[in-house]
């Protein structure tokens, strides 16, 4: 038993040591009401002083509370506690306070590292296939995410942040919107900011906590057409080159294609006409060069009609050079040109996007003022990568844990420091 022990206790100092505390005696409870357990104790190094929770401070104690568990990293598979017996110290400056203990994070149950562990697993997996793996509860994951978030928040770099861009996301089946900033430089691309709604007071609030100096840093801004965002963007950051997302834009024209098609489609279908639009969605809204052999064929057989639909696809088709243009004045040209052409196609749909873009003339442009400061794909990979993380995990009914789950991922934030890696 002795030689058992020692092992563990020298692994466990091996890898998570503290200057003030040792490990005592490991217990072995076969029969504990969540399964086998191992729990170690741990207790005050000889002549080590207890330190104030508060301040940091050394303090003399004041009493001892009971004992509390807090549980660590899961060793072959058993789950692992830690024991000890809480002091108060009567601090200075604080006053009659719980001891700092070096493992612990506040009321947490869980040690430090083991919520750091739990929360690196949840960057790869589900938060409830976390929960299922390590036997513990989707709840703690949850905590352990939010844990490592926090610190993560509290202690990131925010200077050097020169290019943002805003998106804009749908949640709770479509009804309510977040509000995501990236940073988009070319040395940092992350999740600075969420916030909820998509209003002039959301993007105030970012500019709020972003800070007038690093607001007046910003060289170029990149987002969607949406109003507020505009209206405030123009405010609080009008030396920044503001550009319209090429991925915005394009989305919209392919919105206008799936409006034309679908209404289209069912006039057809209400006339009696032979169905060609049927399972055409994807063979007029992706791009020629991701086409499946099928939605190829598709594509060859609905342009002998003269169909709206088929129209409004060749317009985006054309649109697509715009993109190759080098020069703003020419760009300029082009859009001018295929404006006037959409306006005089008769597609409502199409000639609603003509006339936005008509209208932000200005900010679509600048594309190509700003096209070798940053990858324009930039925005749309960020907004992909959010989706997916909100889709996969099915646990997030609150603001709250899309927030933390969204900066968890896609934050890029810094880590506290492990000397070992579990
Ligand atoms: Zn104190």
New binding site residues.
């Given amino acids: 038993m002795e030689i058992r022990q020692m092992l563990i206790k020298t692994i466990l100092n091996n890898c998570q040591k503290f200057k003030s505390f040792v490990y005592q005696n490991i217990v072995w409870e076969a029969a504990g009401s969540d399964g086998p357990t191992i729990k170690v104790r741990i207790v005050p190094r000889k002549n080590a002083h207890a330190v ?1 929770s ?4 050394p ?1 003399p104690g004041y009493d001892q509370l009971g004992d509390r568990e807090f549980e660590f990293v899961p060793l072959w598979g058993y789950r692992f506690f830690f024991i000890y017996r809480v002091r108060r110290v009567q ?4 006053g009659v ?1 719980v001891e700092y203990m070096p493992w612990a994070d506040g009321k947490h149950e869980q040690t430090k590292t083991y919520m750091q562990y739990l929360a690196r697993w949840a960057r790869k997996l589900s938060w409830q296939e976390v929960a299922v793996t390590f036997k513990t509860s989707w709840q703690k994951v949850y905590h352990a995410v939010c844990y490592v978030v926090a610190w993560g928040l509290e202690h990131r770099e925010l200077s050097n942040v020169n290019a943002i861009g805003v998106d804009e996301i749908a949640w709770k089946k479509g009804h309510k919107y977040l509000t995501l900033v990236y940073q988009i430089d070319a040395h940092c691309t992350r999740l600075l900011w969420i916030g909820k709604d998509r209003s002039v007071k959301t993007m105030l609030r970012f500019f709020r906590w972003f800070g007038k100096g690093r607001s007046r840093k910003l060289s170029h801004i990149c987002s969607d057409m949406w109003k507020p965002y505009l209206k405030v963007i123009r405010k609080k950051a009008s030396q920044a080159i503001h550009i319209l997302d090429r991925f915005h834009i394009v989305a919209k024209v392919n919105k206008a294609i799936d409006e034309v098609r679908a209404s289209e489609y069912r006039k057809m279908q209400r006339e009696g006409y032979e169905p060609v639009l049927k399972k055409s969605r994807w063979a007029l809204l992706k791009r020629k060069e991701n086409l499946t052999e099928r939605q190829e064929a598709k594509l060859a057989d609905l342009l002998k009609y003269n169909l709206q639909s088929v129209r409004a696809y060749l317009l985006k088709e054309d649109f697509q050079g715009f993109w190759e243009y080098v020069s703003p004045h020419w760009a300029g040209q082009f859009l001018d040109r295929w404006c006037t052409r959409v306006m005089r196609s008769k597609i409502e749909p199409m000639k609603k996007v003509a006339k936005t873009i008509r209208r932000h003339r200005p900010l679509i442009l600048n594309w190509f003022v700003a096209k070798k400061a940053f990858s324009s794909g930039v925005v749309e990979g960020l907004s992909n990568k959010v989706k997916v993380t909100t889709r996969k995990s099915y646990g997030f009914r609150t603001y709250g844990c899309i927030e933390v789950a969204l900066y968890h991922v896609l934050g890029g934030l810094p880590e506290p420091p492990m000397t070992h890696r579990f």
């Fill in positions: 104030c508060r301040c940091l401070e303090a601090c200075e400056q604080c306070v």
